[in-house]
């Protein structure tokens, strides 16, 4: 079992800068893949980006890519979503989740086992 805490959230203005801190417990992450995802009001679970736990590969939806970056720190156990050049349109529910039988790095929320409380990013216009 692994339970993830995400901190981090609040609110900023367009153009700003957050980073969301995702700690894992109850086990190790090797060989494990970490995501972000977020959810809008009405709308439903968007891929944000995920890390490769032992080798560091990443990704990221087009919608961020070049604005947010992903990392973790091992020794720590802990996940990151640095999210700069914010805009309104990032404003969500934003929860890191954990794929731990990995066969293909995935974007479906569904075939993720382990997933946070989930952290609010408000971004003003």
């Known amino acids: 079992q692994v339970q993830l805490v995400e901190s981090g959230g609040g609110l900023v203005q367009a153009g700003g800068s957050l980073r969301l801190s995702c700690a894992a417990s109850?086990?190790?992450?090797?060989?494990?893949?970490m995501a972000w995802f977020r959810q809008a009001p009405g709308k439903g679970r968007e891929f944000v980006a995920a890390?490769?736990?032992?080798?560091?590969?990443?990704y990221y939806a087009d919608s961020v890519k070049g604005r947010f970056t992903i990392s973790r720190d091992n020794a720590k156990n802990t996940g990151f979503l640095q999210m700069n050049s914010l805009e309104p349109d990032d404003t969500a529910v934003y929860y890191c989740?954990?794929?731990?039988?990995?066969?293909?790095?995935?974007?479906?929320?569904?075939?993720?086992?382990?997933w946070g409380q989930g952290t609010q990013v408000t971004v003003s216009s």
């Open positions: 109850g086990r190790t992450l090797n060989n494990c893949v």
């Open positions: 890390i490769t736990w032992t080798g560091g590969k990443t």
């Open positions: 989740a954990v794929d731990e039988v990995v066969v293909i790095i995935t974007t479906d929320w569904r075939q993720y086992d382990y």
